[in-house]
């Protein structure tokens, strides 16, 4: 069975100047998790197949959406984002002697894996700590309250207990 993120691209080969439309919809990898963020389980490719000499341009934006806790008060958020790609698919004669093509970006019997470049276009547009907005309170660390809708009477500075006896020391200046 082949891989629902393989791409054919027999046409393509050894053709520089040609290129094709891409429209497809691609699977998230099944190993891709990020805290806080969960992707939709498919994202949206579009964009072009560009023929050159060195392989197999491929060009477009591509859409995901995405469930998010705030990483300060795990409120819950939806959103669509937008990643551009930009990514040439060497030929796999060609990766084994250039030490500059990138080992995961292959044209491979005739087709390209697009689940590499979907990972690391996720990687990259994906908030690595997501937050409802930029003044986000937060929640209290001692009570719990959301603090962009409620006040405690907690106090923020947590005082470590070891520097208690320093406390009635008293500095001549």
Known sequence: MIPETLIHVADLIGSPGSSRRVDVVL???????????????TVHLSGS???VVDGILVRGDLRVEVSWSCARCLTTGHEVLR??????YHDSAEVAVDDDADEGYR???EQIDLEILVRDAL?????PNPV???????????????RNTETCSCHDAD???????LADLKLDH
């Open 27 to 41: 699977p998230v990898p099944a190993d891709f998790e990020m805290a806080l963020v969960d992707p939709a389980e």
């Open 49 to 51: 197949l560009d023929s």
């Open 83 to 88: 990643a551009p790609v930009a990514e040439l």
């Open 107 to 109: 044209v491979d019997t």
């Open 123 to 127: 990687a990259e547009v994906l908030p």
């Open 132 to 146: 409802c907005r930029p003044d986000c309170k937060g929640l209290c660390p001692q009570c719990g309250v959301d």
């Open 159 to 165: 005082v470590d207990r070891r520097w208690d006896a």
